[in-house]
C-alpha cells in the first residue's frame, strides 16, 4: 500500500464535468454509433479533393458549405460540420439519409462520399452553379421568369418530396433555402436532409423555418407528411409573387398571425390556383391534399404552361454593351451572387401580382367561387388542359359600357375566335349570315361588360366584408387582452391584501 499511488475521490460535480458515470456512457454510445456510420459510409480520396475554404457557399448553426475540386466529379460542394460532437452527429446521419436515397431521385442533390481530414469531418456533394432558389427569387432581380417556370419547379420539387413521403422520410424543412438550381436555373434539386425523420416516428419537435412552418409543428402537436405539404404551399405563393410570404415580420408575431389563421396576401390568379394553395395551406393538416396530389396538379399545370424548359430572361443581355453581356454570361455560368434588389417577373400570365401591399389574409377570406369548390382535387384542373392555350386572345377589360356605333368597331372590340367570316359578295344567305353572326357579338359584348361590372361590384362587397371581419377580430382581441389585463389586476390586489 506503501508504494501505490493512492488518488483521492473524485468530487461529484468534476465527475459530471469529465464525463464520469451516465455522461462517459452516453459519450461512449455517441461515440461508437458514430464509429458506425463512418464504416458504413463510402469516404472521398482527400488526394483527389482540393477545397477551397475561402470560397464560402454558405454557413449555418451546422457549420459551413465551401466549394471544391475533384479529379473525378470536377466541381463540388462540401458540408463541413463544426466541431462539436453533436453537429458531428447530425451531419453522419444527413449523410446516411443521402447516401441511402439521394441517389434514387434526379431531383435530390448527388452525394459523392464522406471526407474526412484532421479534426474536419464532412461530406462531398454535386455543386449547384446557380445557387438557391432563395437567391433567384429575392435577389437575381435582373432575371426574369414565366409561369411555365414556376410549375416546372414545383413539379420538381414536389416529384422529390413525394418520393421521400414513399419511402417513409417527411423533410420537415423545405423553403426555398434548401431547393438547389444549375443548367440555366432550369434543373431543381432538394437539399438538406439534416432534418429528415420517419414517418413512423411520433413527432412533436419544433423543426424547420418560421415562415414555412405549419401550425401544428410550432403548436407541439403530433405531426406528419402534412407539414411538408404546407411548407410547399408557401413556396408556390413566393414562386409566383416573388417576394417573402409575411416580409419583415418577428417571429414570435409571425407564428401568431399564423396561429389565428393568417396567411400570405391574396394572389390575383385564376381561381383554380389560388384554390389549390389554399387547400394546401389549411389550418388542420387533414383539411390538405397529399404530396402526391400536388404532384399530380404540377404535371397537369405543366402540360397547360409547356415552356418551362426555356431560358430565363436576363434584362443586362438586352444591354448594347459588350462588357456588360460578358459579365452577365460569367455569372450565370459560376452562380455568383450579387445585389439585394427583390423585384418580380412581369412575364406571369396566369397571374397578376401587381397588387397593393396590405394585411395578410385569413384563410376565411375566400370568394364564391373558392367557397362553391371547397373540395377541390388535382382532377378539376385537367378542365385547363382544354381550355387554355398560349395564343387564347385576350378580352378588353374595360368596365364601362361601350355604345358601338358600327361594325368595324364592334369587331375591333371582341376577340378574334369570336369573329365572324368574311362574307361573300353578291350572296343573301351569306350577308344574312354575316349580320347576325354580328349581332350575337354585339349581345356577346353586352353581356361581358354587365358581367365585368357585377364582377367589381362583388369585390368591393368581398372588401368591405373583409375589413369587417378584421374589425370584429380586432375588437374581439382587445376585449381578451382587456379581460386578461383586469384578471391580472386582480391577482395583484390579492397579493397585496394577504401581505397587508
Not at 462540401?78 to 441517389?103: F, P
Not at 372590340?413 to 369573329?419: D, E, G, Q, S, V
Not at 359578295?425 to 349581345?443: I, K, T
Amino acid at each position: 500500500m506503501a508504494g501505490q499511488n493512492i488518488q483521492p475521490p473524485v468530487p461529484l460535480r468534476q465527475q459530471q464535468e469529465s464525463g464520469y458515470g451516465s455522461t462517459n456512457d452516453n459519450t461512449s454510445t455517441m461515440n461508437s454509433t458514430m464509429n458506425r456510420a463512418r464504416e458504413n459510409l463510402p469516404k472521398v480520396n482527400p488526394l483527389q479533393l482540393s477545397v477551397h475554404f475561402q470560397n464560402l457557399l454558405g454557413s449555418g448553426t451546422f457549420g459551413k458549405v465551401v466549394r471544391g475540386l475533384h479529379a473525378e466529379y470536377g466541381d463540388v460542394a462540401i458540408k463541413i460540420a463544426e466541431d462539436d460532437k453533436g453537429k458531428k452527429k447530425d451531419l453522419l446521419k444527413e449523410c446516411s439519409m443521402l447516401y441511402k436515397y439521394g441517389a434514387n431521385h434526379p431531383n435530390i442533390v448527388k452525394w459523392y462520399g464522406l471526407y474526412e481530414s484532421a479534426h474536419l469531418l464532412g461530406f462531398v456533394m454535386e455543386f449547384m452553379d446557380c445557387g438557391t432558389l432563395d437567391n433567384l427569387l429575392l435577389r437575381e432581380n435582373h432575371l426574369d421568369y414565366k409561369i411555365d417556370h414556376v410549375f416546372a419547379w414545383m413539379h420538381q420539387a414536389s416529384d422529390a418530396v413525394c418520393y421521400m413521403h414513399s419511402v417513409g422520410l417527411v423533410h420537415r424543412d423545405l423553403k426555398p433555402l434548401n431547393l438547389l438550381l444549375r443548367d440555366g436555373y432550369l434543373h431543381l434539386k432538394l437539399c438538406d436532409f439534416g432534418t429528415v425523420i420517419d414517418i413512423r416516428r411520433t413527432m412533436t419537435n419544433c423543426v424547420g423555418s418560421a415562415a414555412y412552418m405549419a401550425p401544428e409543428v410550432f403548436q407541439g402537436r403530433s405531426y406528419g407528411p402534412a407539414c411538408d405539404v404546407y411548407s410547399m404551399a408557401i413556396i408556390l405563393w413566393q414562386m409566383i409573387a416573388r417576394r417573402s410570404p409575411y416580409g419583415r415580420v418577428e417571429k414570435i408575431t409571425l407564428l401568431w398571425n399564423v396561429h389565428q389563421g393568417h396567411r400570405p396576401q391574396d394572389l390575383k390568379c385564376h381561381w383554380i390556383l389560388r384554390t389549390f394553395v389554399q387547400k394546401c395551406w389549411a389550418h388542420k393538416p387533414e383539411d390538405r391534399p397529399n404530396m402526391e396530389s400536388v404532384l399530380e396538379f404540377s404535371k397537369i399545370m405543366c402540360k397547360v404552361y409547356p415552356h418551362g424548359h426555356e431560358p430565363l430572361k436576363d434584362k443586362h443581355f438586352l444591354s448594347a454593351d459588350p462588357q456588360r453581356v460578358g459579365q452577365r454570361k460569367e455569372r450565370l455560368s459560376t452562380g455568383r451572387v450579387q445585389g439585394h434588389r427583390r423585384t418580380r417577373s412581369d412575364e406571369v400570365t396566369l397571374v397578376n401580382t401587381n397588387t397593393p401591399a396590405s394585411t395578410p389574409s385569413t384563410t376565411n377570406e375566400m370568394t364564391s367561387s373558392v367557397v362553391e369548390n371547397s373540395h377541390f382535387t388535382p382532377r378539376d384542373a385537367g378542365a385547363l388542359v382544354s381550355r387554355s392555350s398560349t395564343n387564347t386572345p385576350t378580352m378588353n377589360h374595360n368596365t364601362s359600357s361601350p355604345s358601338v356605333s358600327n361594325a368595324e368597331e364592334l369587331l375591333a372590340r371582341i376577340p378574334a375566335n369570336l369573329k365572324p367570316p368574311s362574307q361573300i359578295l353578291d350572296d343573301e344567305s351569306s350577308e344574312q349570315s354575316y349580320n347576325e353572326h354580328l349581332a350575337m357579338c354585339r349581345e356577346w359584348l353586352d353581356y361581358s361588360n354587365i358581367l365585368q361590372e357585377a364582377t367589381a361590384q362583388k369585390h368591393q362587397r368581398l372588401f368591405e366584408v373583409t375589413k369587417r371581419l378584421e374589425l370584429k377580430k380586432k375588437i374581439a382581441k382587445r376585449d381578451h387582452l382587456k379581460a386578461v389585463y383586469d384578471q391580472a389586476i386582480n391577482k395583484l390586489n390579492g397579493i397585496e391584501e394577504s401581505f397587508l
